[in-house]
């Protein structure tokens, strides 16, 4: 079994990781959770202890594993406090807010022989593995464009925020999803070209980012934004023959909010009317038109890779490179506003 504990016991802690530590059970223990407050927002769990005293997570020889959910401007101090504490760590991401804190971070980790890593858990979104699955069948030709929508209408949020922030913007908390797809999936890019905006104006929440990053004759953008009424497609993909349309996003946090959990045989599993479509000319000349079936998303395969690095010693699921590639895109980009 890999004991674990939790520093934060918010939505994340509650709705994003527990649900996949415990489907996980027969290999990962949720020993021990850790809150400055103990809020009555979250039910407790039975034979989960909670505590306001970190010391009982770094005092504990049990724990081989602290998953940090905090706000991101705790991310760095409390990752490296855990390593200097001799603890493995698993950090939300974004993993830090700079790349030299990332970097410090992984030194640290290399030098005590100990396990950090960045919880990247969207490559298990099923509608990125669906799009995998369509490029990989070749049906599309050479891949040409490519563009990632992550759009939301919460106009609330920026227009609450009076003073821009890096660690509260919208880059660092979103883009953090969607660019980890890009670099697990393509690796690094040859270029890179970014816009960062405020569209409330000068010292206001940085709340819209376009990022477009270039693999020779292909480019890869990645968009989000708080002002869309309507969401783009979450998918679109365009090849020498054919394109492929996947409007609607992964459903596990649309089950999640409803605590609809991933032990329900049908947990996040896409119905027909949220296939993507598929349109392409075969080799024959032949015109296509077709529903692709939704791949299955499945965070809790994260925590089995997890279990998998830390337990059995098989690499790590996401790599240390990935991680300070996209702090260090994460920094350079938010840096034209600030």
Excluded at 118 to 143: A, H, M, P, W
Excluded at 173 to 178: E, M, N, S
Excluded at 246 to 266: I, V
């Amino acid at each position: 079994m890999l004991t674990v504990a939790y520093i934060g016991n918010g939505k994340s802690t509650n709705r994003y990781h527990l649900p996949y530590a415990f489907k996980q059970s027969d290999k990962i223990r949720v020993k021990t959770i850790y809150a400055r407050h103990l809020s009555q927002k979250w039910s407790a769990i039975d034979g989960v202890k909670y505590t306001t005293d970190i010391e009982d997570i770094y005092q504990d020889d049990e724990i081989q594993l602290v998953i940090i959910t905090t706000p991101n401007a705790t991310h760095y101090p409390l990752a490296k406090d855990c390593l200097l504490h001799g603890k493995n760590v698993l950090v939300e991401k974004p993993f830090s807010l700079n790349y030299a804190e990332a970097e410090e971070l992984f030194r640290l980790a290399n030098e005590r022989g100990l396990f950090i890593q960045c919880y990247q858990n969207r490559r298990f979104d099923s509608d990125f593995l669906t799009v995998q699955k369509v490029i990989e069948s070749g049906k599309i030709g050479d891949l040409l464009e490519l563009e990632m929508h992550f759009d939301y209408f919460r106009p609330e949020v920026p227009l609450a925020s009076t003073h821009f922030s890096i660690a509260e913007s919208f880059l660092y908390g979103h883009a953090c999803h969607t660019l980890d797809q890009v670099i697990s999936y393509f690796g690094e890019p040859d270029e890179v070209h970014t816009e960062v905006r405020q569209l409330l104006g000068e010292d206001r929440m940085n709340d819209y980012f376009d990022l477009d990053l270039y693999y020779g004759q292909l480019k890869v953008s990645v968009k989000s934004s708080y002002f869309r009424i309507k969401p783009r497609p979450s998918f679109i993909v365009y090849g020498t023959k054919g394109m492929f349309v996947k409007e609607t996003k992964d459903r596990q946090e649309e089950h999640l909010k409803m605590f609809y959990m991933p032990n329900h045989p049908d947990f996040g599993i896409d119905l027909p009317e949220h296939y993507g479509t598929l349109t392409y000319v075969d080799d024959r000349g032949d015109y296509h038109d077709e529903k692709v079936i939704s791949e299955v998303g499945d965070y809790s395969r994260f925590y089995e890779a997890l279990y998998d690095t830390i337990v059995l010693g098989k690499d790590k699921i996401v790599k240390d490179e990935e991680t300070l590639f996209q702090m260090k895109l994460l920094e350079a980009a938010i840096h034209q506003l600030s």
